[in-house]
Antibody, heavy 114, light 111 residues
Framework: DVQLVESGGGLVQPGGSLRLSCAAS????????MHWVRQSAGKGLEWVSCIGTAGDTYYPVSVKGRFTISRENAMNFLYLQMNSLTAEDTAVYYC????????WGQGTMVIVSS | QPVLTQSSSASASLGSSVNLTCTLS???????VAWHQQQPGKAPRYLMR???????NKGSAVPERFSGSSSGADRYLTISNLQSEDEADYYC?????????FGGGTKLTVL
């Protein structure tokens, strides 16, 4: 089965860091663009980052310079390193595959609070 | 970068049809759009990719009741024979070479 499973979420203090992971299975991971998308409580979807098959990376202004997306094709893993976190980063973070994307994970919750 | 505009809410009766609209910003009328469904408490689910000529590429296991069409800057998601499980938030999304953008979402209520 095609599957994306996120992990690494939790409670972190403002200014802190967190690393999210996403394990992919059931498809050719290395041939897919990969994304992180987040959703704050009661709000819509917000694109957070993308990494292409060649390792090229893209970010919106809201996270550029604080978040780093990376991938490990040999192990079928996607990562998101989040630094200098603020309360506005509190959200469910989804891993997603494909340029569109067309494969979604179940999400991992990140809470930034003192 | 492109901007997508969606109505915040829509409603329709069980068994009827509904059209949800996603409008692309000026200068981006030719862009391809994707539609995603998010049922309450669940992760998003890809529904289809919709090109400006109306060609749509549906995800696996997406019912035939879901279809798409285009007119100018508008991209439509049509749901026929509405079922209770279709009550959800629907997001359109587009992208260019460096940016991905979601619309604000439409909350569909099935009466």
């Amino acid at each position: 089965d095609v599957q994306l499973v996120e992990s690494g979420g939790g409670l972190v203090q403002p200014g802190g860091s967190l690393r999210l992971s996403c394990a992919a299975s059931g498809f050719s991971f290395s041939t897919y663009d990969m994304h992180w998308v987040r959703q704050s409580a009661g709000k819509g979807l917000e694109w957070v980052s993308c990494i292409g098959t060649a390792g090229d990376t893209y970010y919106p202004v809201s996270v550029k310079g604080r978040f780093t997306i990376s991938r490990e094709n040999a192990m079928n893993f996607l990562y998101l390193q989040m630094n200098s976190l603020t309360a506005e980063d509190t959200a469910v973070y989804y891993c997603a595959a494909g340029t569109t994307p067309d494969i979604w994970g179940q999400g991992t919750m990140v809470i930034v609070s003192s | 970068q492109p901007v997508l505009t969606q109505s915040s809410s829509a409603s329709a009766s069980l068994g009827s049809s509904v059209n949800l609209t996603c409008t692309l910003s000026s200068g981006h009328r030719t862009y391809t759009v994707a539609w995603h469904q998010q049922q309450p408490g669940k992760a998003p689910r890809y529904l289809m990719r919709l090109e400006r000529r109306g060609v749509h590429n549906k995800g696996s296991a997406v019912p035939e009741r879901f279809s798409g069409s285009s007119s100018g800057a508008d991209r439509y998601l049509t749901i026929s024979n509405l079922q209770s499980e279709d009550e959800a938030d629907y997001y359109c999304e587009t992208w260019d070479s460096t940016t991905w953008v979601f619309g604000g979402g439409t909350k569909l209520t099935v009466l």
